[in-house]
């Protein structure tokens, strides 16, 4: 596993040939811009399903404000790297390789897991969704099932949904753009695929 402090990957050692074909795709700009709606509904629906669902309210009314700041933005650093190693943990060898690489890029605000291998379509679409099953649905879910409910499992939950506005996103494109069979291959934000002979 690789940490990175920059733009992603360029992979200089993947020269596309004409098996590959190019995914025609938006700009990281245009991409994070047509995420927002997708993580306004997210947020909407999560907070709605644990307020229906679950007794969160009567949790709330036991809490005493205002809460610190501290324990949000903790919440906030703790939730971007366990969704980040999540993602990971679905590489090939659960991410313990140097073709897994996590990284940041301060310019674009960008956070982002990568494997600079060839993948599955199906092992993409794990990639993208394991973090928001995990921490989003399962404990929704689990407090459901159960009538328990905790403020800031509530809180990471929800939170979590609006960070992978991103990865939803992915998720449909990847459906919508590769067929089955497809061989994916990443060069920087390029994304190229052919079937697997």
């Not at 997210?42 to 969160?56: E, F, H, R, S, Y």
């Amino acid at each position: 596993m690789i940490f990175k402090l920059g733009p992603l990957p360029e992979s200089p050692e993947f020269t596309p040939d004409n098996s590959w074909t190019l995914l025609r795709e938006p700009s990281l700009w245009g991409f994070q811009l047509r995420a927002i709606p997708i993580a306004l509904i997210t947020t909407v629906v999560l907070a709605g399903l644990w307020i229906i669902l679950t007794p969160v309210w009567r949790v709330i009314g036991t809490l005493t404000f205002p809460l610190p700041i501290s324990a949000f933005i903790a919440c906030l650093l703790g939730v971007v790297v366990i969704h980040e190693l999540i993602h990971a943990s679905i590489h090939p060898k659960i991410g313990i390789s140097d073709k897994t690489v996590i990284g940041f890029w301060p310019s674009r605000m960008f956070v982002y897991t990568i494997y600079v291998g060839e993948l599955t379509k199906n092992r993409c679409l794990a990639i993208l969704i394991m973090p928001f099953t995990v921490i989003s649905i399962v404990p929704l879910a689990f407090a459901t099932i159960t009538q328990t409910a905790s403020f800031w499992v509530a809180y990471i939950s929800i939170l979590n949904g609006l960070l992978a506005c991103g990865d939803i996103l992915a998720a449909v494109m990847t459906m919508r753009h590769f067929p089955n069979g497809a061989i994916i291959r990443t060069k920087g934000w390029l994304t190229f695929w052919k079937l697997r002979k």
